[in-house]
């Protein structure tokens, strides 16, 4: 029997209503949003590149 766990990080910041979601590959919270579909996505961040 394999036993995993996945975890999931957001942080909610209540000044400015932001979201933002830990992206393990860049190892920092980024910001996400609604796409126009109304699921969410990392949002673009200034000088991000993937």
């Known amino acids: 029997m394999k036993r995993e766990i996945e975890l999931h990080g957001w942080v909610y910041d209540i000044e400015s ?22 699921s969410l996505e990392l949002a673009a961040v200034q000088g991000m590149t993937r």
């Open 17 to 38: 209503g932001d979201v933002f979601i830990y992206d393990p590959i860049e190892e920092e919270f980024l910001p996400i949003r609604h796409s126009e579909d109304g």
